[in-house]
């Protein structure tokens, strides 16, 4: 067990180091899911269902066809076949988008277009292709070659996917294309969904410049905006507030109150947490209780830090280096903004991979790599030939998941199967 009550100094350095699992409780327990509220379907793309959505009707909303051919009754040509063909009066035409409900009688077809309502007095449909003049000069009569296989040959019944009234959608769930689409089909007009967080992304250090700006000696350009803006943005989260603030406590104070103004959520600062000389975010906040400095047993991501405003706003403080805010950001905040906004599955896929290269890793803990996977052969290896430094920002470009190494295990070798986080 590590990590008592904050109250005073903080676990500054030393302390007892926390698992991922404790901080992950930690950060979850503060978490309150944001209340659901109407939507109509079509603004309601990737937002996540706070209630399940309900089919307002059936699919297929009607009996209708399978194929383009004729609408018949069974019985009428259960005998047809190439030598002895069935002739049948064509009495109506039924493209796409009619509501007509011809009534067939013995002898008499109706020629049909796929997904067309089937006539209530058609028990099976002859595609064109078992006719012998197919659907060219078909609306006078028809000769039809082979017998239907069964009553209801063809015919989609009404119902058949789903019924009014069952969950298309079960809340928690993302509208992600799929679910969105299977939601209109079934008629739903509005849901009740969540709103997207809105976060702050924040990068502390006197080295940084602004994106694309020319670096020179001892500046580097500010990378974990960047990061950050997007990865948050894919976790279905509104980016309201991205500032840039130097190794100043007092700027991160002013920083914090702007975001607090605009009714943030979430405040996610990178560097600034550790225990070296000038540690802004650990100035601004340490040892006033709301924000809890810990040492996590991972790597990258040692030192964390979390705690909620008085407004309510969860701030995370990431260390600086982009490898280790890519790892902290998908093992706490990520799942945090999911559980915000009501999703059930917060977690990102993992599945076991086999090592191809071998590498080391930390003594007592878990190492999270940047990696590379081959789906198809299941095997991972380090996405950085330059080894596992939180600071090799360039390797990231190549990852696609993360390998998770326990914290008992000190290296890998080839053929050791290896527990992988999926990110793309
Ligand atoms: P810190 O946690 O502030 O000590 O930062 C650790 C390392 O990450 C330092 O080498 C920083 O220069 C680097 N770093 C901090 N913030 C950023 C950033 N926004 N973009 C790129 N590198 C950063
Ligand atoms: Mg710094």
Request: net charge negative; aromatic share 4%.
């Amino acid at each position: 067990m590590s990590g008592g009550g904050m109250s005073g100094g903080g676990m500054s350095g030393g302390g007892s180091r926390r698992t991922v699992e404790e901080q992950l409780a930690r950060v979850l327990d503060a978490v309150q899911a944001l209340p659901g509220e109407p939507r109509a379907i079509r603004d309601a793309a990737s937002r996540t269902l706070a209630e399940p959505a309900t089919a307002a009707h059936d699919i297929p909303l009607f009996d209708n066809s399978a194929m383009d051919g004729f609408a018949v009754r069974f019985a009428d040509v259960a005998a047809a076949s190439a030598d002895s063909p069935t002739t049948l009066r064509v009495i109506a035409d039924l493209p796409a988008g009619v509501s007509d409900d011809p009534p067939l009688g013995p002898g008499e077809a109706a020629r049909i277009m796929t997904g067309s309502p089937a006539p209530s007095a058609a028990d099976a449909i002859v595609p064109f292709e078992d006719t012998a003049g197919g659907l060219a000069d078909s609306l006078g009569e028809v000769q039809v070659l082979r017998a239907p296989a069964a009553v209801g040959a063809f015919i989609r019944r009404r119902g058949a996917d789903l019924r009014a009234g069952d969950d298309v959608v079960l809340a928690g769930e993302r509208l992600g294309a799929f679910q969105l689409s299977a939601a209109v089909a079934a008629g739903v007009e509005r849901v009740s969904v969540t709103r997207a967080p809105r976060v702050a992304v924040v990068s502390t250090g006197s080295e940084l410049l602004a994106p694309g700006d020319p670096a020179s000696r001892g500046r580097i350009p500010d990378s974990n905006g960047p990061l950050l803006e997007l990865l948050i943005a894919d976790a279905d989260a509104e980016v309201v507030l991205v500032a840039r603030v130097a190794d100043d406590a007092d700027a991160v104070r002013a920083v914090t109150a702007t975001a607090v103004e605009r009714g943030v959520d979430v405040i996610v600062f990178t560097g600034g947490v550790s225990a070296g000389a000038y540690e802004p975010v650990r100035g601004a906040f340490d040892g006033r209780g709301a924000v809890e400095f810990t040492s996590v047993a991972m790597q990258p991501g040692k030192p964390q830090a979390f705690g909620a405003l008085e407004s309510g706003a969860l701030v995370f403080g990431l260390p600086g280096n982009p490898v280790s805010v890519a790892v902290s950001f998908e093992v706490f905040v990520r799942p945090a903004l999911l559980a915000m906004q009501g999703r059930t599955e917060i977690h990102r896929p993992r599945a076991s991979f086999t090592a191809d290269a071998a590498w080391t890793t930390p003594p007592g803990r878990r190492q999270y790599l940047p990696a590379v996977v081959d789906l198809a052969a299941r095997t991972v290896r380090p996405a950085t030939a330059g080894g596992s430094g939180s600071h090799l920002a360039g390797g990231l470009a190549r990852a696609r998941a993360f390998a998770i190494v326990p914290a008992d295990v000190e290296a890998v070798a080839v053929g050791d199967a290896i527990d992988v986080m999926l990110v793309e």
